[in-house]
């Protein structure tokens, strides 16, 4: 019942910047966590950044750590990933996660989020 899209994908070069965004629709309701997550052919969807409802707080995944930055916008139920100094091996398909609100830190893992959306390929070019 909850549709999730991303946007922002495409092909930078290497150093170059991206800012992709997520939108929630359908029967939505305003109160979630959210979660991006990327995934290459042949490997597991790992987790990138999640920020939570309750107070915005955010955690990174360490290769990512002062490069990439998560925020929200409630009003609008959308989430972006704004995401600078890209290496090749941020190469993949993002995905964007969501959940209603839980209180603690945000989730890390795929299992722990209800909505996903289809996708946004990032290609950073060397």
């Known amino acids: 019942q909850v549709h999730l899209q991303e946007s922002g994908g495409g092909v930078v070069q290497a150093g170059g910047s991206l800012r992709l965004s997520c939108v929630a629709s359908?029967?939505?309701?305003?109160?979630?966590?959210w979660g991006w997550f990327r995934q290459t052919p042949g490997k597991d969807r790992d987790f990138v950044a999640g920020?939570?409802?309750?107070?915005?707080?955010?955690v990174y995944e360490d290769s990512v750590k002062g490069r990439f930055t998560i925020s929200r916008e409630d009003a609008n139920i959308t989430v972006h990933l704004q995401m600078n100094s890209l290496k090749p091996e941020d190469t993949a398909v993002y995905y964007c996660?969501?959940?209603?609100?839980?209180?603690?830190?945000?989730?890390?893992?795929?299992?722990?989020?209800?909505?996903w959306g289809q996708g946004t390929q990032v290609t950073v070019s060397s």
């Open positions: 996660a969501a959940r209603p609100y839980r209180m603690g830190p945000p989730a890390r893992s795929v299992a722990q989020y209800t909505y």
């Open positions: 359908g029967h939505t309701y305003r109160w979630y966590d």
């Open positions: 920020i939570n409802w309750v107070d915005r707080h955010d």
